[in-house]
């Protein structure tokens, strides 16, 4: 890299964190959060056992446990390495995060509100074509999915209707691949994040919104993955 500038810009803080041995507070941290990453993994293996009831009498769900497990871990590590909370708070991480976060729930509340009011009319449209031609639900998948920006979701809204139209089950299966997009409208959290990560400015959101940098490579993935499914599919349940 020829400009010093940029090269610093860019590769400075690597450099000198690669260059410095590890602090001991630090290697406290990692083996802190590598801890809880096992805490949360053995509660996955065992929640029946684990997981307590709450006042509905069902058991609390994974989704809130993990995110005490790590709210928990995250206070300890403050707690253990006296870091100070307000260099945290202005490290690009952190920032990239909060705004990643505010960003979904406004996002999420909105496709949630589109995709509720107008369920009928969606999937009325969705059935008519894939009662003509069953790989259009691999399409309709992918145009959800767009939305509700969560595979769950898309798949609980759209495999019942799959199951009522008579869509063969290897056609089903096939298809799930398809039920990520979140890529496309680029304001996923993920994707927010990479963009503030990088410094050299090559992951950024083009001119006219959709030309971004994960657009390419999200559609080579998901439509490989779909095709792929659908013929291992269409093999095996033959």
Known sequence: MEDPGMREYITGDIERDTQSATSKKAKIALTLFLAGILFVIIIAMNSDRILPLAANGKR???TSALQFVMFAVGGIILLSTKLNGKQIADTKVFLAGVIAVVMIFGISWMSDTVIENNKPFLLSSISSWTERYPWIFAVALFCI???LKSQAATLSV???LGFMLNIPTN???GCIPASYAYFFFCFYPSDVACIS???TGTTHIGKYILNHSFMIPGLI???S???IGLLLSMFVYR
């Open 60 to 62: 609390v769900p994974m």
């Open 145 to 147: 999915s767009m939305f």
């Open 158 to 160: 759209l495999m019942p």
């Open 171 to 173: 056609i089903l299966i």
């Open 197 to 199: 990560f990088d410094r």
């Open 221 to 223: 993935g998901v439509s």
């Open 225 to 227: 993955a779909t095709v």
